[in-house]
């Protein structure tokens, strides 16, 4: 039996000088390859294909979808993109159809009734090669927890449980899955999953749980084999807290220097977790780019986030970290509810006295299973697009704010990005260039030794 591990198809499709690789996939994938051998991956969207994948299909199949996992790319057309693909498949060929992610384990009826046979609620990798090695074993699938699945048109819940699952037992992502040319030049990493915060918008500790992390000697393992394999010259590291530990990290740092490997990083991080020790070290072995979350200048705003952090502790972090040599980029989110023009010039005092590099503005999106969406208390599977560019605001004076902190940041000289553009274009600018955009940014730009 093949199985084939599918990225479905974002419409409109990513922007390719922006795509990476599908870390998370091409993890899921491996893991089920160290018991079949038979296992391919189908990156629809890097391929820009169309909802049909016939031509890669045989007699009999495991298709598993990975759709809003670990990296949140996908927008909410996804789930009828699938539903369309499992449509045009011809009755003739036997299929099993598989779904892991967020938003299909909230919203189990909408899937089952568009053909897909098994959904993974929850935390996968654990229990991935069970469901195939029992999918036609409806007592089997019946002992593993977090699936719901349809037999014989009678739908089964199996028990619901919390996996503490360790992330140092996952092996390096095989990248021969996919043709790594087509990706951009940035390579990725993920080196730890869950958050130590519970910010009220992000489904990460609510999904993933208690944060957990490979070794610094596994992590230090993929970078080198990243370098001497793959000629990586800039690694982002993606996980939604690179710096967690700072014992790690430092170790991690060390590695890096003891191996002589030679290469520029990124990493996701938290204000809550900033040392100086810590980012000096990253600094010496190659780090020059760090992403904050700040989201917000009014503390007001940030409370009810569950962000309860201080804004003079941001201002000054920030400006610190610049002053150590990296390249800074912040997250805002505009249109938080209860937002006033007064909370916007708060946040843009803040932005006008750090002035970091990049700035990414946001509009508020209502993933699955946080505080926020479970508040809204809704049935529909509202838009679950991060890269939402424009947002229609019934609060006029709100509206003028973020237009009038717009045109202040294009007054300092920063490059106002509201479409996807190329982004090769930006290798070669000079490290102190500013961006302020709605669109996503490429990993690796400006990043300089």
């Not at 990156?43 to 299909?57: E, F, G, H, R």
């Not at 927008?75 to 598989?98: A, G, L, M, R």
């Not at 790594?180 to 993920?190: A, H, N, P, S, W």
């Not at 980029?329 to 946040?347: A, F, G, H, M």
Request: with cysteine; net charge positive.
């Amino acid at each position: 039996m093949k199985i084939l591990v599918v990225n479905p198809p974002n419409k409109p499709f990513t922007n390719k000088s922006i795509i990476a690789e599908p870390i998370d996939i091409l993890q899921i994938a491996t893991i089920i390859q160290k018991e079949y051998k038979e296992v391919k991956v189908l990156d629809m969207d890097v391929n820009q294909m169309n909802n049909n994948i016939n031509k890669y299909l045989e007699e009999k199949n495991i298709l598993i979808f990975v759709f809003d996992y670990h990296i949140p790319l996908h927008t909410t057309e996804t789930k009828d993109n699938i539903f369309e693909i499992i449509k045009n498949i011809p009755k003739e060929i036997k299929t099993t159809t598989i779904v892991i992610g967020k938003t299909s384990s909230y919203y189990h009826e909408e899937f089952l009734k568009n053909g897909i046979d098994i959904l993974m609620n929850g935390v996968v990798e654990q229990e991935i090669n069970k469901v195939i090695k029992y999918i036609d074993k409806k007592e089997e699938l019946l002992k593993i927890p977090n699936l719901v699945f349809k037999w014989d048109d009678k739908i089964y819940k199996t028990e619901k449980k919390r996996v503490n699952f360790n992330f140092k037992d996952l092996p390096i992502p095989n990248r021969e899955l996919v043709d790594i040319e087509k990706y951009m030049d940035t390579r990725t990493m993920i080196t730890s999953r869950g958050c130590i915060g519970n910010c009220a918008f992000c489904a990460t500790p609510y999904f993933f749980g208690k944060w957990t992390a490979k070794t610094p000697k596994q992590v230090v393992d993929e970078i080198e084999l990243l370098i001497k394999k793959y000629h990586a010259k800039k690694i982002m590291f993606l996980d939604d807290n690179a710096t967690v530990s700072k014992k790690r990290m430092i170790e991690i740092c060390e590695e890096i220097k003891r191996r002589n490997l030679k290469c520029l990083f990124g990493a996701l991080a938290s204000l809550k977790t900033y040392d100086e020790e810590m980012f000096q070290k990253m600094y010496e072995v190659g780090f020059r780019w760090v992403h904050f979350g700040i989201e917000s200048g009014s503390r007001r705003i940030l409370n009810s986030m569950n962000k309860f952090f201080d804004i003079d502790i941001t201002k000054k972090i920030i400006t610190r970290i610049k002053e150590l040599g990296y390249r800074v980029r912040v997250s805002l989110i505009l249109d938080y509810p209860t937002t006033t023009k007064e909370d916007i010039e708060q946040t843009k005092n803040l932005i006008l006295e750090t002035m970091p590099h990049e700035i990414r503005l946001h509009y508020l999106t209502y993933r699955v299973g946080t505080p926020i969406f479970l508040q809204k208390k809704t049935k529909e599977i509202t838009s679950q697009y991060i890269h939402q560019k424009t947002k229609e605001i019934k609060d006029k004076d709100l509206m003028s704010t973020i237009n009038n902190l717009v045109e202040e940041l294009k007054n300092k000289n920063y490059e106002i990005i509201t479409d996807d553009i190329d982004w090769n274009k930006y290798n070669n600018m000079p490290k102190d260039t500013q961006i302020a955009t709605f669109t996503p940014i490429k990993y690796g730009v400006c990043w300089y030794e």
